[in-house]
């Protein structure tokens, strides 16, 4: 398993940007899948998006296809989330998860962290 950081979280207005980062502690994300998740109060976490380090592919929700996107940045070991256009119904704890890219199933998760769109 890998110890993951997030930070970025926070308020931002309806129609704004928020990007958050995700860390791997002691180690790179050399060979995982780092994936992004949600989960608002009285809801199931749902998926954000994904990426595959080693390889660069990626995967967004489908409903959240050209306001999402997830990136890896190389130089500060980290796994991205741009999200932009935020809408007001869209506030919700954050996690970054992990996983070997060879297993199928996230193992390793984030603490979380809050984003508020304010209206």
């Known amino acids: 398993q890998v110890q993951l950081v997030e930070s970025g979280g926070g308020l931002v207005q309806a129609g704004g940007s928020l990007r958050l980062s995700c860390a791997a502690s002691?180690?790179?994300?050399?060979?995982?899948?780092v994936g992004w998740f949600r989960q608002t109060p009285g809801k199931e976490r749902e998926f954000v998006a994904s990426?595959?380090?080693?390889?660069?592919?990626?995967s967004v929700a489908n409903s959240l296809k050209g306001r999402f996107t997830i990136f890896r940045d190389i130089a500060k070991n980290s796994v991205d989330l741009q999200m932009s256009t935020l809408k007001p119904e869209e506030p919700a704890v954050y996690y970054c998860?992990?996983?070997?890219?060879?297993?199928?199933?996230?193992?390793?998760w984030g603490q979380g962290t809050q984003v508020i769109v304010s209206s």
């Open positions: 998860a992990a996983h070997h890219a060879l297993k199928r199933t996230y193992e390793s």
């Open positions: 002691g180690r790179t994300f050399i060979a995982y899948v």
């Open positions: 990426i595959n380090w080693s390889g660069g592919g990626t």
